[in-house]
């Protein structure tokens, strides 16, 4: 019996309190945003060893170091020395720790060393070349992404092979099992490596025997954004004693990219009947207003546990929804707002614009700068800053100045054309000795000693230079616009086929952010004008935002993000822009069904980052990836809150009227709002009955999109939805009438 004062659960509310004090089992602890999920996560551990537990014994696993620290850092000052012992690590660093132990099992050496994601791909790339494997066609960073996704569903490079039933698949697989050998040989692993070996040692009946006796209690946290590698990896760990703390919130799934299966934890109680489940339905961090939006917002999702979080912070302000005529009024509105609300906050750091692709930042940063507002770009350069955006402009500015050598240094190796660190050494030794401009020695590269190797490809550049300047100067016609060499530079360059032949996530996003140059050129073509002289301008320009200054210290900063990266933090005032459909959801997830609900679980995400104040903003029309302004339908999402706990503005001027550096022309104002408030919609289409196959497990199957692919779940009706697995995007859960899916 505990005494009267225990400090370990006196504080905590009676969820938390049960939660932190359950006998050893089968726990899930269902922790809604806000809730206090670390603190009944670091209170279980203290409480555990409290009771009784051996630390040695106790294995917390988490998805970051900084979470493992946080929670080391807790549980010590509540017992001290006890505490000493415990296991607290990220799912790889404890396979790690297990591995240099008994990895020669395996037939590695424990001087093992981990690659990182360039090895990874050089490692790839140097199959594809053993193979005799056209990289254009078997981008590297794709080829390393289908191997991760093998690793982490626990699949071989020979059951790769026996599944492959077409030849790129085939391909890939040959391409696995080498770069797979090299692994070996070089007494190296890759990151999946880390737990697909974990998983081995600990499923072996004999080997794994000594860690299953000793590890009595395991606790994982997010166990939401486990995939199929890590869930084989905790089972095992529990599989004598069954005392398992699962902490998450499957409302909070948002990295199925990754590998993620939001199923792991809905399973739970199908793993464990006897499973104790505990709800964390009290928040800590956001009023009622934003917790009734949010929570409208993802009970739309089937594949959930029912849950209403409620706060005794009061009502709070409505949640506003902001209709802005286009990307930069949406941004300007932004800021404006930001201003007014400086004084009710400690400072610029209490604001927090989050947006679903990083290319949407561009808009938000200039308005900001342009407001004065100090502001930092977490988890990512800032716009002008990102590589492919530099690379671009190193053509540009080459265009504009044919004599920029770190410019030429840049452009010539992206993509890369056979000319190597040697030739340039070359060709600056030679210009630095007679003092030869950088156009002139291109003329004749092939002469200068040490260049001649790389003769042709830099005759090739040189002329794509002469051309691209041809052009922006107007010759044998008129001057083009500043929008039209950038798709030149881009079309020309190679720098979008290399990311279209890629393939990958991060490719189509650095593909969207070339695309916003675009947009940011047609936006300012009148104010810089056309020719050389309007690429200048541009240019310009576009140096003094990338070098504007660092942001000042002391009050703070507006932090803008991904919704990706909101994840796990809160602030005071949130603004989510870019509610639109086919921006968000994505339109990537918008034939997908599990694709549509993991955007919702993003949006929820976003919206219960806030703890006071929450924004939410769409724009009538927007420009996207490089084309011309589309009209913007307001996010389904937006439909699904309470017309009643919203406050609506609308901007009053029209759509292309004004914008960040100059007044956007020939644009044609949205259509009249058509919907409730004055939002207009766009009607979604059904499921067509008549488009819909009848699959089953095998067939073959191909989408206008993602290419052919084998089914892995079948279905049948305009409802159903199908699992089909494609080469090239990897797993898709599909509703049958509206994919458009065609028999192979």
């Not at 796990?568 to 339109?587: D, I, N």
Request: with cysteine.
């Amino acid at each position: 019996m505990r005494s009267a004062a225990d400090p370990l659960i006196d504080d905590l509310n009676e969820e938390q309190r049960e939660a932190v004090s359950a006998p050893a089992g089968p726990l899930l602890v269902l922790a809604g945003a806000g809730s206090g999920k670390t603190r009944v996560l670091t209170r279980r551990l203290a409480y555990l060893i409290r009771e009784g537990a051996d630390p040695m014994g106790l294995m917390a696993i988490t998805f970051t170091n900084k979470a493992a620290r946080e929670m080391t850092e807790r549980v010590e000052p509540l017992l001290g020395a006890r505490s000493h012992g415990m296991w607290v690590h990220t799912f790889h660093s404890a396979c790690a720790r297990l591995l240099r132990r008994e990895i020669t099992r395996f037939g590695y050496t424990t001087r093992f060393t981990i690659l990182d994601a360039d090895d990874q791909r050089a490692a790839a790339r140097e199959s594809l070349r053993e193979l005799q494997l056209d990289e254009k066609r078997f981008a590297p960073a794709a080829v390393v992404g289908r191997i991760s996704r093998a690793k982490q569903d626990l699949r071989t490079p020979e059951q790769e092979r026996a599944a492959a039933k077409d030849p790129w698949s085939q391909k890939c697989a040959a391409v696995y099992e080498r770069y797979q050998s090299k692994l070996e040989r070089a007494n190296s692993l890759d990151f999946d490596d880390l737990i697909v070996l974990g998983v081995r040692l600990l499923e072996d009946p004999e080997a794994g025997a000594p860690y299953r006796e000793q590890f009595r209690h395991v606790l994982v946290d997010e166990y939401q954004d486990t995939n199929h590698a890590q869930y084989r990896l905790v089972r095992a760990l529990v599989a004598a004693h069954r005392s398992i703390t699962a902490v998450g919130d499957e409302d909070q799934s948002i990295y199925r990219f990754r590998g993620a299966d939001v199923g792991n934890i809905l399973r739970f109680e199908e793993d464990f009947p006897d499973a104790r489940v505990v709800r964390l339905e009290r928040n800590y961090r956001s009023t009622q207003a934003i917790l009734d939006a949010s929570g409208s917002v993802i009970g739309h999702n089937d594949r959930r546990y029912p849950k209403r979080l409620w706060t005794d912070r009061g009502r709070g302000s409505a949640v506003v929804l902001y209709q802005a005529a286009d990307a930069g009024d949406e941004a300007v509105w932004v800021a404006r707002q930001i201003r007014a609300l400086r004084p009710e906050v400690e400072g610029f750091g209490d604001f927090a614009v989050l947006y679903r692709t990083r290319a949407q930042s561009r808009a938000l940063e200039e308005a900001l700068l342009g407001a004065g507002i100090p502001y930092v770009v977490v988890g990512d350069l800032r716009f002008y800053d990102r590589k492919e955006v530099k690379d671009a402009l190193a053509y540009l500015r080459l265009v504009s100045n044919p004599m920029d050598w770190a410019c030429f240094r840049r452009a010539v190796a992206a993509p890369r054309r056979g000319v190597g660190e040697a030739t340039l050494a070359a060709l600056a030794e030679h210009m630095a000795q007679t003092g030869e401009s950088l156009p002139s020695a291109l003329e004749h590269a092939g002469d200068i000693p040490g260049a001649g190797r790389a003769a042709a490809p830099l005759a090739a550049f040189a002329k794509l230079l002469e051309e691209l300047r041809a052009l922006a100067a107007g010759e044998g016609g008129q001057p083009a616009e500043v929008a039209e060499v950038v798709l030149a530079v881009l079309d020309r360059s190679g720098l979008y086929a290399e990311l279209r032949a890629e393939g990958t996530e991060e490719a189509r996003t650095r593909y969207e952010n070339l695309g916003e140059l675009v947009n940011v050129a047609r936006q300012n073509g009148p104010q810089v004008g056309s020719g050389l002289e309007g690429l200048a301008q541009f240019l310009e320009q576009a140096a003094l935002i990338a070098d504007a200054d660092q942001v000042p210290s002391g009050e703070g900063a507006v932090v803008c993000l991904t919704l990706h990266a909101a994840k796990g933090l809160e602030f005071p005032c949130v603004f989510l822009t870019g509610l639109e459909e086919g921006l968000f959801p994505h339109s990537r997830s918008l034939e997908d069904a599990e694709g549509i609900a993991e955007e919702r679980r993003l949006c929820y995400v976003g919206m219960t980052r806030a703890k006071r104040r929450l924004f939410l903003s769409h724009a009538r029309q927007r420009a996207q990836y490089g084309g011309g302004a589309i009209p913007g339908y307001p996010s389904r999402f937006l439909d699904e809150i309470d017309p009643a706990a919203l406050e609506v503005q609308s901007s009053r001027r029209e759509a292309g009227t004004s914008g960040m550096w100059t007044a956007r022309a020939g644009r044609t104002p949205s259509a009249p709002a058509q919907a409730r408030s004055g939002v207009p919609t766009r009607p979604l289409p059904g499921p067509d009955a008549a488009g819909a196959l009848d699959l089953r497990a095998g067939d073959r199957v191909s989408h206008h999109r993602w290419g052919e692919g084998v089914v892995v779940e079948g279905a049948s009706g305009a409802n159903g939805e199908v699992t089909v697995d494609f080469p090239a995007a990897g797993r898709r859960v599909l509703v049958l009438g509206l994919a458009r899916l065609q028999r192979v």
